[in-house]
């Protein structure tokens, strides 16, 4: 499932096509993929026609702002993937919503397990939607660690259950949290509570290079290629990996085998030797 680094990485990419640009034609073929709009016919009319002033991120969404006050609101769900082509292209299996700029390329939303979704929402819509329930996002907007440790307080879930609520903090999943647990010596079934003030703060101090470290690889493509970057490639970052995916491998830090469990219905993947 893409997080806040494919996601990031994908924003980047699409920011120099989209900015500026307008709208000429937006084509869905899968209804399910406008579900989340209050009226589905709104998604094509709000969009068409419109200039794209930016390109945002909360979290894992993607949010293009356009003229007239509406936010074009795109989440890649478990399988999505954005892929920028030349009209005319052969387009990928699963090339569930097209949208035709009135110059530059198409931009197309791939999604095999439709649990993604496009909309284009009021701002009144939008305060309505799961977006207005994000916490802070997890890459430009950390919030110091004294107010991590205040969101943590009192609070007997897993540390990596929290870390995966988007409520708390917005931005991480199920490989990334794995990840920051790993690097800050923490393991992954710690009451959030429990955690000290100093590993706390080492918590803190991981989250931004693990995401920028997946950033800069362009993002994690596991085996399946559901994700890939909007030119086609596959994000590099799966090689450098710490822990996830990387059950019974050597630790890279102590050798000792890297152990998974299912934890809240999510596979957790540690060291538990490195991590207490
Ligand atoms: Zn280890």
Known sequence: MPELPEVE??????????????????????????RRQENPADFAARLCGRRIGALDRHGKYLLGRLEGDFTWVTHLGMSGRIRVAEAGEIEDPHTNVVIDLTAGPQIRFVDPRTFG????YTPDEYGRSSLAALGRDAFC?????????????????????????????????????????????????????????????????????????????GGTSLGDLAYL????????????????????????????????????????????????
Request: charged letters at 20%.
């Open 141 to 217: 907007d950390l919030p110091p660690s004294a107010d991590l440790a205040q969101l943590l307080h009192g609070r007997s879930a897993p540390i990596k259950a929290l870390l995966l609520d988007q409520r708390l903090l917005a931005g991480l999943g199920n490989i990334y949290a794995d990840e920051v647990l790993y690097r800050a010596g923490i393991s992954p079934h710690r009451p959030g509570g429990s955690l000290t003030l100093s590993e706390v703060t080492a918590l803190w101090g991981s989250i931004g290079p693990v995401l920028k470290a997946g950033l800069v690889a």
């Open 117 to 120: 979704f496009m909309a284009a």
């Open 229 to 276: 970057l909007p030119d086609g490639r596959a994000g590099d970052h799966m090689a450098r990996l710490g822990v996830y995916g990387r059950t019974a491998e050597a630790c890279r830090s102590c050798g000792t085998p890297i152990t998974a469990a299912v934890l809240r219905g999510r596979t957790t993947h540690w060291c538990p030797e490195c991590q207490e």
């Open 9 to 34: 990485a994908t924003r980047r990419h699409l920011e120099p096509i989209l900015v500026g640009a307008q709208i000429a034609g937006v084509d869905v073929r899968r209804l399910r993929m406008v």
